[in-house]
């Protein structure tokens, strides 16, 4: 969701913020175990007829007022221009952890506003609702539970029935999916360059066998040949840092004007994928610069 606090400067370039949107019922928090830290909780008061009212996640708090209490501020939904109503804070909860859409920017934290005035002032539509329901520690009844959404809403379908360990341990394991997918793509990327600069400086190597056997000849050492066979590797590589940093340039410029608040490459991660390349390069060029050393000039003048 998308929001203002009062008293805070719009953010450039997009002029709102980004939180994770919760709409609860009363007691919601107490379900899921997050303490309510500073004011209440929602209660039955909170009506669509009520003054509107929100609980902020900690973070929030701490950004916007580190000096002073929330209690009483307000935030808009959208833009401090706009015309949608403002919600009073009442209460701040400790912070949620939430899977974010990468397209969102930078997540700040967590707003909640109570269902009951959610369904009057919907700033987006609610497709599903997730019921939160806390035992006493026995596996979950769902006959029991379909029978007592029927009485209270026959035409409510109730599904999948998740524990909210397994429901942690689902999110979990599809950020671990995507994170394994990715990586492999990035492996099986870096073995195909690998193989094709060993490939390449094989090759290399070949036509100019007769070109190291001349050195040899002439007293070029080992060390020298085999420095002669990095150079090129190198060259490739400084080569390949550059077309790929000015893609890595273009790619992000072009991103960012679609996602305003997407964050600036990790610099450590790049640094540490050069890293990565240049040993790759360093063990692709092992093998054809040890084959260059070892030409033997008497062969090689032969052959020629």
Known sequence: MLFNAEGAPAPEPRGVYTAYSRVPVPGYFRSVGQPILQGRDFNVSDTADAPLVCIVSQSIAK???????????????????????????????????????????????????????????????????????????RSVNEPAIRAALARANANLAAYNFLSLQNAATRSRTTERFIFVLVSSFGLVGLVLAAVGLYGLLALQVARREREFGIRSALGATARQIIQLV????????????????????????????????????????????????????????????????RVDPVIALRAE
């Open 230 to 293: 990095a150079q090129q590797g190198a060259a490739l590589l400084l080569l390949g840092f550059t077309a790929g940093g000015l893609a890595t340039y273009g790619v992000v410029r072009l991103v960012r004007n679609q996602w305003a608040e997407m964050p600036a490459p990790n610099l450590i991660a790049c640094i540490s994928a050069a890293i990565v390349l240049g040993i790759a390069v360093m063990i692709a060029c092992w093998l054809p610069a040890r084959r260059a050393a």
């Open 63 to 137: 950004r916007f007022w580190p000096n002073d209490s929330p209690i009483g501020k307000r935030i808009r939904w959208g833009r401090l221009d706009g015309t949608r109503p403002w919600f009073t804070i009442v209460g701040v909860v400790g912070d949620m952890k939430a899977i974010a859409d990468p397209r969102d920017g930078e997540v700040l934290g967590m707003v909640a506003r109570p269902l009951a005035q959610m369904l009057v002032h919907a700033t987006t539509s609610l497709d599903d609702i997730t019921l939160v329901l806390h035992t006493d520690g």
